[in-house]
């Protein structure tokens, strides 16, 4: 699916049977156009070029369709294609699939504009496979986007080499689906089991973050061009529009069907309608009820049952702070504690029986003595004390 004007409100669509139809939003109508001949296997990339339709079947046959459905031009890009897609910038289209290195076609001439060289063999010597799921032209960089089933994504740069001049791994499984963001340098990436993470071109190898809530394969991601927004779909049946500064998700639609493909228009009206529902919400109960306060809706007639702020911090009665010891006290409350701990410590006396129990484990000891208590002094005014108790 592509879209058919710019003003967003015509879609093309690419039916499995080779079918294009043009689908109207504003009068919810859908025509059929034309049906792609030639070549075998469905139609794998639609480009809208001013008023010509560029079309690419599965076996390679590439067309070119004027205003009154006719052919105005047709060539052969190679066999097994999975991906064709235009450039926004100049009358170039990139074309690759399976077995099929990523190339570059003018539209004007039908011509080969440029063709990719597959990467070095592995450390084993074996050739590394093509296998390409989609790429894109990166506008504002003259570099283009590649996609493999190899978990794998390789930026080209045609002007410098014919190779990659910089490849980012995305997890362990093929990645379905690629898309651009409202920044220049960052793009989405989707897999097969779900997974969705957004890439910085620039200097980031990992994934700067991932998207949760998709169960199963993405088969379709798109990102809105001005605002931080990206809606993708997949064979869970459910469509989701995720905000890729917050990293959240925005909406969630079940649609019921195994979905293929998703189209984000620039003018958000879906979004836009709900806000001004929301609001106009909001204005209409604080219209009904009166004024809004922390505690709820009161009509303006409440006001002498209303506590002003002012009257409440006078009632409250102010919360007596403890006083905070000096460093003199807290010297004298550690002497006091280590006294006591002092004085617990001569308090412990060991038992008799434990004594004895250890002298006779000794073979060398032959007599066992029995420790003589010491008298502990007393002090001068107990002693005293027990005089003046005699005499009475």
């Known amino acids: 699916m592509i879209w058919n004007d710019d003003q967003q409100t015509e879609i093309l669509i690419a039916r499995m049977n080779r079918d294009l139809q043009l689908y109207d939003i504003e009068q919810n109508e859908q025509v059929s156009i034309l049906t792609v001949t030639g070549g075998t296997g469905p139609i794998k990339g639609l480009h809208k070029l001013d008023e010509k339709i560029v079309t690419c079947v599965e076996s390679g046959e590439l067309q070119v369709w004027n205003d009154k459905s006719e052919t105005v031009s047709e060539w052969k890009c190679g066999p097994g294609v999975a991906v064709m897609r235009g450039s926004e910038e100049k009358p170039e289209i990139v074309t690759g699939g399976m077995k099929n290195l990523l190339k570059t076609w003018n539209l004007e001439t039908g011509q080969q504009v ?58 362990e499984n093929p990645i379905m689906c690629t898309s651009l963001t409202n920044k220049t340098n960052q793009i989405l990436a989707a897999n097969s089991i779900g997974e969705m993470g957004l890439f910085d071109l620039r200097s980031k190898v990992h994934p700067m973050c991932k998207f949760k809530g998709q169960a199963g394969s993405i088969r379709s991601i798109s990102g809105h061009p001005t605002m931080p927004l990206a809606a993708s779909v997949g ?14 998700m925005v909406h969630k639609i079940y649609c019921k069907a195994r979905l293929n493909r998703v189209l984000l228009r620039n003018e958000l009206s879906i979004l836009n309608d709900r806000k001004s529902a929301a609001k106009k919400e909001i204005d209409e109960d604080e219209a009904e009820y009166g004024k809004m306060t922390e505690d709820g809706y009161r009509s303006e007639g409440d006001d002498d049952d209303v506590i002003e702020e002012d009257d409440v911090w006078d009632v409250m009665e102010p919360v007596a702070k403890k006083k905070k010891m000096s460093h003199d006290d807290v010297e004298i409350v550690e002497e006091v504690e280590n006294q006591k701990a002092k004085r617990k410590r001569k308090a412990v006396v060991v038992p008799e029986e ?36 005699r005499k009475v």
């Open 354 to 389: 434990e004594i004895k129990e250890e002298v006779e484990s000794d073979d060398d000891v032959e007599e066992i003595q029995k420790p003589s208590p010491k008298k502990t002094p007393k002090s001068g005014k107990k002693v005293l004390l027990k005089k003046k108790a």
């Open 114 to 171: 440029w063709s990719a060289k597959n990467v070095p063999p592995d450390m084993l010597g074996l050739e590394i496979p093509i296998m390409i799921t989609d790429a894109r032209f990166i506008p504002g960089e003259n570099t283009i986007l590649e996609a493999t089933k190899l978990h794998e994504m390789r930026v080209y740069d045609p002007r410098a080499q014919r190779r990659p001049v910089k490849k980012i791994v995305f997890m």
């Open 235 to 248: 064979i869970d049946r459910f469509l989701r529009v995720h905000d890729l500064q917050t990293r959240k």
